[in-house]
């Protein structure tokens, strides 16, 4: 229970742009699904083991409350974290995710949002029908091309991607003013003839974030990631960027 609450935190709010995510279980699947505020980034991920736990669907607010109940040490190996749950209208749903020690000394209740709300707040997206122009396992040396000139490029919000004799290019800035441009991938199959334009923040964001990854690009103008994290995978969804 705890490793998949800090997985879908660290996963999710992580990202520094996302303190909700809606989770819908069964007893087959659990999937969590999330918006950033400013709808840069679509996240949709399943847990490789569905939980027991997580039956139902509900909201999880305010994640950096979560995240700091969740790093106290006194929540341990044998404390008790469960799902408490109360009868609405015939129906079982989660109410608290309930924290407490062996002893019972130390107790917090992190409280849940409704499915009727967690529904209207985060809308599930599926991107259907486009095709992946260019896919790749991003090394970590690329990663780090990319930071070094995303650090070089500071006040670019953006970068744009476009493939050159088979390798996949990326461009900062304006040649009229200050600019970089360097190989993130070489030997990509496939094409791009749109210079589509991804924010910088968000993509080196899940860049970072633990787990093997999978990136696609689309000519529709989309951006698709795919993190396994060992306990679920997620994908995390980029819309083109407007200048």
Known sequence: MKDNLQDLIQHTHGLGCIDLIKVSGTDTE????????????????VLKHPSAEFIGTFGMPNLGKLKTILSFDDYDEHSK???TRVNKDGVSVPEYIHFETKAGDFVNDYRLMSKAIADEKVKNVMFKGTTWNVEFEPTIAGI????????????????TTKTENGNLMVYFGDPSTHSGNFVFH???????????????????????????????ISDAGATEIVVDSGLAVYRYLLPAQAK
């Open 30 to 45: 659990t999937t969590v699904n999330a918006v950033a505020e400013d709808k840069s980034v679509i996240v949709s991920g």
């Open 81 to 83: 974290i469960n799902v």
């Open 144 to 159: 780090q091309r990319l930071k070094r000139q995303a650090s070089a490029n500071s006040e670019e919000k953006n970068f």
């Open 186 to 216: 070489p030997g990509v199959t496939g094409s791009l003839n749109k210079a589509w334009m991804w924010p910088v923040k968000e993509f080196l964001s899940i860049m970072d974030l633990p787990g093997d990854k999978i990136i696609r």
